[in-house]
């Protein structure tokens, strides 16, 4: 196998990770919070990556992601589960204000950017309801959201 492009370029260790997955040329690969804990530039890098993959490999790729506003434009399809409902279709179909308010039941707005991106701004969380999903104590979070694409 060739390591595409996007591969040599994107961040070391989700890299690393993505071509170990991609030795064995899956035809689904699945990711679980691919840009975690990476600054703004890296999730963007990664998103792209990954885009690329699915397009130049012929890989369906299956990732669950909190936030879902650095891949919204790399999507085909979108399974987004949100406090026990979900909506499945294209981006178009399910990432929109309607769709978003009935799921998390509480306003959320998509906005469209002048280059005809979808941002998804929602309400802030109330401090006492605020939870770190990334704490090591055991604990874990009420709630989230996923999108799949």
Known sequence: MTVPTALRSAVPGQRLLIA???VRR????LLD???DSLGLPNQAAVAALIGRICHQEKVA???VAHDVNPILHHLDRVVYLAEGG???GTPAEVITSETLTRLYGTPIEVLTTSDGRLVVVGSPEAP???TD???TSGA??????HAAG
């Open 133 to 135: 999903r990334h704490a």
């Open 26 to 29: 899956p035809e689904l690969l």
């Open 128 to 130: 006492a309801l605020h």
């Open 86 to 88: 979900a909506a499945a």
């Open 61 to 63: 790729v299956v990732m």
């Open 20 to 22: 170990q997955a991609l």
């Open 140 to 145: 874990s979070a009420a709630g989230g959201d």
């Open 33 to 35: 919070e691919p840009l």
